[in-house]
């Protein structure tokens, strides 16, 4: 089958790799979509510890199951599913005091094992969620990220009346947006200085928009903070936005090697609450019925490409010249043109394997 592998650190070429197999409790999904996000582009800059190489990334995946293993009772062949990628290992102390994402020693598809950017992808069976009929491909392939900021959203106090500040208008900061501009907030502005994208923030759900926050002139601050970039500068300056006895969370993914500078005292001083948000904790589900019930991100996907177009998906990402990109690893594949989609892990997709 065909895979982008990143081989290396600033390396990644698209290739032909064996046919993944499931597992006794996994399963094969013929991948239709995968989102492209910025923990891909801190695997391709080898920037997370927890990679090695080659890998093939891509975390934020959908499509069908083909195949299942001797053990596995559902998800059942030919059901289109999303696939939650982080698996904790259950007997860690995070786990068993809850806290799945903090698990010692998590694999996750597309970060410790191989991901989305590729035809076919073995997954654990008890990961993927069966998606409702009708949902949109777009909206399906979102089903990912928007669990992680549902999780961002269940970290907050979510007190009604609140205002909200969040920076950056990418993907995960509109559907923050989106997401507390249907939980009580008073108001909710977005920050960033790629104007092109504030217009579709506030088609999301934003009530302000400027280049940077000292434009929109709240005198005592927001009770909300979001960082949706793990840029630094935003960091910094959103931590002086927080009015007294507000809330600020770090939801973007920083460079693990950075260091942001703040006050001690202004946090002490105004009783400021810091909060971290890590990746998806119980929000899969939730994140389904909320697409489900008619929540609408399919404007976020500005461009589904082929696997082809990787090194273009990733120079429109950094550009910042689109939303969010989804790549397609069935489009360049003549036999799902010629409506013969069985590919190349037709052995597996027969049923179950042994």
């Given at each position: 089958m065909r895979a982008v592998v990143v081989t290396q650190p600033g390396s990644a070429e698209l290739t032909d790799i064996p046919d993944p197999s499931p597992g006794p409790s996994e399963v094969v999904v013929r991948v239709s979509s995968c989102g492209l996000c910025g923990t891909d582009m801190h695997i391709l800059g080898g920037e997370l510890p927890s990679v090695t190489y080659p890998l093939v990334p891509g975390h934020e995946l959908t499509g069908v199951v083909v195949g299942t293993g001797r053990d596995v009772l559902f998800p059942r062949v030919g059901q289109r599913v999303a696939v939650d990628p982080n698996t904790p290992c259950g007997a860690c102390h995070y786990c068993r005091i809850g806290r799945?994402?903090?698990?010692?020693?998590?694999?996750?598809?597309?970060?410790?094992?191989?991901?989305?950017?590729?035809?076919?992808?073995?997954?654990?069976?008890?990961?993927?969620h069966v998606l409702p009929e009708g949902l949109s491909e777009a909206a399906a392939g979102l089903v990912e990220p928007l669990s992680?900021?549902?999780?961002?959203?269940?970290?907050?106090?979510?007190?009604?009346?609140?205002?909200?500040?969040?920076?950056?208008?990418?993907?995960?900061?509109?559907?923050?947006?989106?997401?507390?501009?249907?939980?009580g907030a008073a108001s909710v502005s977005v920050v960033d200085p790629n104007t092109r994208r504030l217009e579709l923030a506030r088609r999301m759900g934003?009530?302000?928009?400027?280049?940077?926050?000292?434009?929109?002139?709240?005198?005592?601050?927001?009770?909300?903070?979001?960082?949706?970039?793990?840029?630094?500068?935003?960091?910094?300056?959103?931590?002086?936005?927080?009015?007294?006895?507000?809330?600020f969370l770090q939801f973007g993914v920083a460079d693990p090697a950075r260091r942001a500078s703040f006050s001690p005292f202004l946090v002490y001083n105004r009783e400021i609450d810091i909060i971290g948000s890590m990746a998806v904790h119980n929000g899969f589900q939730p994140a389904v019925e909320i697409?489900?019930?008619?929540?609408?991100?399919?404007?976020?996907?500005?461009?589904?490409?082929?696997?082809?177009?990787?090194?273009e998906a990733v120079r429109r990402f950094r550009s910042g010249s689109g939303q969010k990109i989804h790549l397609a690893p069935q489009a360049g594949d003549p036999r799902v043109a010629a409506g013969t989609a069985a590919g190349s892990a037709a052995g597996t997709a027969a049923g179950t394997a042994s």
């Open positions: 799945g994402n903090l698990c010692e020693h998590y694999t996750a598809t597309g970060v410790t094992r191989d991901g989305g950017f590729a035809e076919y992808v073995a997954v654990p069976a008890g990961r993927c992680c900021a549902v999780h961002g959203l269940s970290r907050l106090p979510r007190r009604p009346g609140e205002h909200y500040l969040i920076y950056g208008a990418g993907t995960m900061g509109l559907m923050m947006s989106a997401l507390v501009a249907h939980s934003a009530d302000a928009t400027a280049a940077n926050a000292g434009e929109l002139g709240r005198e005592h601050g927001f009770e909300v903070v979001i960082d949706a970039t793990g840029v630094i500068a935003a960091i910094e300056d959103g931590l002086g936005r927080v009015r007294k006895g507000g809330t697409l489900a019930g008619g929540l609408d991100l399919d404007p976020l996907v500005s461009d589904v490409l082929p696997l082809e177009e990787f090194d």
